[in-house]
């Protein structure tokens, strides 16, 4: 029986452009339809009109939704029991959530030490097997390679092509939001999987003629987690945003495509500038995301050096820019994923006596 719950995620709302068919059980948490916000200040900075795809309000906090609703719809339809996948902490929150849902066990194989207390206790609250691997996200990746050839388990990293499927989605929303695609595109890069679905998404609305042109695609990594900046794979990933600390991004060659096909580029901001962008976005307009995803709002500070003027990167997209050129940010993933990392906001509160007057003193004195 249809219930109208399953009726709202994305493969419900994109059911025509994604590989399912009647056999396909519908495994959703209604994921997608995600806001795209408009940041006047932002647009003020770069002259151009910039969005926010605020993916971290989807239903575990991070767009890995999208793919998983995909990835373990498939695994049911092909009847798993078990799904197994690496994680820097977004994608073991999303397939252990979904697996839940679909009745499937789930592990998940983790860095251990660098995944965000949001992420871990995910896992854990919707039933995951843990297992911390002493190395980082790209061991953990390749020992799922490696454990996916005995055919125990259903891979649903996104070496499974059916989480690019799903992730696709969010570019045909901002399209149908936008009524075309946005000039720039700028995105945070960890394991590349995201910048090759947009770009799958985007070409794809384009070629059905949903979408007058295609945009230029950015994709931002770490400084010291760089590997597709540099053009190289990295053994010694490391970065604040443990979300993107990856060496060997799977999708390499995606992600390769999306930015030469489309005129973009790929840049690189230092951890300090992640967590600046972080409370400059919290506290100027109001979204407030983990460390990885401010990297694009970092990007463009950078870029633009908060001067209205592009600097001068001979790769930059904006130098193209033309006033009311229309940008999308895609946010990935909720601020609320690693509370620790955003402690860098937080001072001591002042207590004060429970009196009025005590309290507008206290008052005072902050905004002094
Ligand atoms: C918030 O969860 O790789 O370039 O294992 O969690 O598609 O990998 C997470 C990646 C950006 C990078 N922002 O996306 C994982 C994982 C956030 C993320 C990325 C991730 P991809």
Same mark, same amino acid.
Not at 2 to 28: M, Q, W
Not at 283 to 292: C, D, K, L, R, T
Not at 330 to 336: A, E, I
């Given at each position: 029986? /249809?219930?109208?719950?399953?009726?709202?995620? $994305?493969? %419900?709302?994109? *059911?025509?452009? =994604? +590989?399912?068919?009647?056999?396909?059980?519908?495994?959703? =948490?209604s994921e997608g339809s995600t806001p795209l916000i408009h940041s006047p200040k932002l647009s003020a900075i770069t002259g151009g009109e910039v969005y926010v795809k605020y993916? #971290? &309000?989807?239903?575990?906090?991070s767009f890995k939704d999208r793919g998983m609703t995909m990835a373990i719809s498939k695994a049911a339809e092909e009847g798993a029991h078990t799904v197994l996948c690496a994680s820097t902490g977004n994608t073991s929150a999303a397939a252990a959530a979904y697996a839940a849902r679909a009745g499937m066990k789930c592990a998940v194989l983790l860095p251990a030490g660098r995944i965000a207390g949001g992420k871990m206790v995910q896992a854990y609250i919707y039933g995951a097997s843990v297992i911390a691997i002493r190395g980082n996200f790209d061991d953990a990746l390749r020992l799922v390679r490696e454990l996916g050839e005995t055919g125990?388990? %259903?891979?649903?990293n996104s070496i499974n092509p059916y989480r690019i499927e799903g992730q696709k989605t969010a570019a045909f929303e901002i399209i149908e939001e936008l009524g075309n695609a946005p000039d720039i595109h700028i995105l945070p890069v960890g394991n590349a999987g995201n910048i090759t679905a947009y770009w799958k998404g985007y070409k794809e609305f384009k070629e059905l003629g949903r979408s007058? /042109? =295609?945009?230029?695609?950015?994709g931002v990594q770490a400084a010291g987690a760089a590997p597709l900046y540099h053009g190289a794979p990295m053994d010694n990933p490391e970065t604040v945003a443990t979300a993107i600390r990856i060496g060997r991004p799977a999708s390499w060659d995606g992600a390769k495509a999306a930015v030469s096909e489309s005129g973009g580029c790929f840049e690189i901001v230092e951890d300090s500038e992640i967590l600046a962008a972080q409370k400059w976005l919290a506290?100027?307009? #109001?979204?407030? $995301?983990? +460390? %990885?995803s401010a990297a694009p709002v970092a990007a463009?500070? /950078? @870029?633009?050096? *908060?001067?209205? /003027? +592009?600097?001068? @990167?001979?790769? @930059?997209?904006? *130098?193209?820019?033309?006033?009311? %050129?229309k940008v999308v940010l895609? $946010?990935? #993933?909720?601020? &609320?994923k690693d509370p620790d990392t955003a402690k860098h906001a937080v001072t001591a509160p002042i207590e004060t006596d429970a009196t009025a007057q005590a309290v507008r003193e206290a008052l005072a004195k902050i905004s002094n």
């Open positions: 029986m /249809k219930h109208p719950f399953n009726d709202c995620g $994305v493969i %419900a709302r994109y *059911r025509e452009f =994604l +590989p399912v068919t009647d056999a396909t059980p519908v495994i959703s =948490l993916e #971290g &309000l989807n239903p575990t906090g125990d388990f %259903a891979i649903v007058g /042109k =295609l945009p230029r695609m950015l506290s100027n307009e #109001g979204i407030f $995301v983990e +460390p %990885a463009l500070f /950078k @870029c633009f050096n *908060r001067s209205g /003027k +592009p600097t001068q @990167c001979d790769c @930059c997209p904006f *130098r193209q820019i033309q006033p009311g %050129a895609t $946010v990935t #993933g909720h601020g &609320l």
